[in-house]
């Protein structure tokens, strides 16, 4: 692993539930040694990604990463354009929705919207990055993503996150298959024991998919009649976000 | 200067004028070898901070930085705290407002509003790092800092960006001891010859400055009369933006 990324990956060990990190608690984390993770907290601070906290000497995220994202949303604002998209979509159905873009092999997530109608929600990390073969999201955009992306993620670690999430090759390919038939992923228990969801890919204008647009219902209160009345709201939904992005679905997608 | 430093350094390329970099640019904007910056660029991509896009293959930011930016705004939510109280001050007046926050020796912009009035308005980069010593902002933030960071900036480089921009030491320690004894920083055409600033601080709740909130007026339309019936405004503004963040005014501020 590079230097660049193993300071980068130290970004992702804040979350909501972890927004002060202090230096002994990095070391435990990363497993390096002392000296070489206070060197790299000390240059991610000197440009901005990190600020140490005057009192506990803990670091939290810096505002260089504000300003990086106002720079991005400034030249390229999905999020600003998919806002209003989803948190409409989450008030007509009643149920958490968000939206993540493609990062790598995973999906990062970028806005979501909670209505908070019932006394069960969703309790949904913002930090966490969702990995491709065990959301509905990902086997959205694997269905139609370039074959490489599909072959990186079956060949690489395919952790599991419950007692539903499918492992094996066979029956992921299966999986992508089903949705690349439907055009919608769908995840039962398979990533969070306790929810449900179902995803359509979002593209850009080459028709390839760059995210997906989400709706996550907890298992408690899930039923195919449930999802019957989301989905056509959840197409409409999605096909706005492409269209919003400026993207187009490619000619094989069976919502187009 | 370290290999984090270097790869983190290019996404400050990046700006509203020049969303998209390739890689011969960027070896131009270095001025390191191919190989170096191809190897950096790779990394930051790896990691979601960089996207490269499939037709150019030129570069623009990634969605991690969007990731983070929503880590550090639900666990410590400046911009959101900060964007009513900007937005409000901008209608009041009539003018663009900002806010930027202290990274290291520079200001970071992270919000700003520009209420759109007038013919002319000011173009405000959000890309672009504001130096402490050439605005106002950094005045009124030198007023109260540890004597350290005062020394950093004026032992540093202390570019002129204007026939206006005051470059030595005795004189800039005396804008900084009449914003001391204001509370309040004044920019007269010293970082953009077309346009004049006011700024007060944002402090954190040890009364040290984190930032702050500026009101921009072109110059064409600025008199002492205006000045005057923006300043009291300014002045609730801050007050308010600093007690929203959690924090004081330090004793010796001559606003508390």
Redesign the interface.
């Known amino acids: 692993m590079?230097?660049?990324?193993k300071?980068?990956?130290m970004?992702n060990f804040?979350?909501?539930e972890k927004?002060e990190i202090g230096l002994g608690e990095f070391v435990r984390l990363t497993g390096r040694d002392k000296a070489t993770v206070h060197?790299?907290l000390g240059?991610?601070?000197?440009?901005?990604?990190l600020?140490q906290l005057?009192?506990s000497r803990a670091y939290?995220?810096?505002?260089?990463?504000?300003?990086?994202?106002?720079?991005?949303?400034?030249?390229?604002p999905?999020?600003r354009l998919l806002r209003p998209i989803v948190s409409q979509l989450a008030d007509d159905i009643g149920e958490l929705v968000h939206v993540s873009?493609?990062?790598?092999a995973q999906l990062?997530?970028?806005?979501h919207a909670d209505p908070k109608c019932y006394g069960t929600q969703v309790h949904f990390d913002?930090?966490e990055?969702l990995p491709l073969h065990a959301t509905s999201s990902g086997q959205a955009v694997l269905a139609f993503a370039a074959p490489e992306l599909c072959e990186r993620v079956l060949g690489g670690p395919l952790p599991r996150y419950t007692d539903e999430t499918t492992t094996d090759r066979e029956s992921l390919l299966a999986m992508v298959e089903r949705a690349r038939e439907t055009g919608i992923g769908k995840a039962e228990r398979t990533f969070d024991e306790e929810v449900t969801s179902e995803s359509i890919a979002l593209f850009?204008a080459?028709g390839?998919p760059v995210?997906a647009l989400a709706v996550i219902v907890p298992a408690v209160r899930a039923s195919e009649e449930k999802w019957s009345q989301i989905r056509p709201l959840l197409i409409d939904a999605a096909r706005a976000a492409t269209h919003s992005l400026g993207g187009v679905l490619p000619p094989s997608h069976p919502l187009k």
Do not use: Y
């Open positions: 590079g230097t660049i990324t300071a980068l990956e970004l804040f979350s909501r927004p060197r790299h240059e991610l601070e000197e440009n901005g990604f600020e005057p009192v939290r995220l810096g505002p260089a990463i504000l300003r990086l994202a106002a720079v991005r949303e400034t030249t390229h999905a999020r873009l493609l990062q790598g990062s997530p970028v806005f913002v930090a990055m850009d080459a390839q995210g």
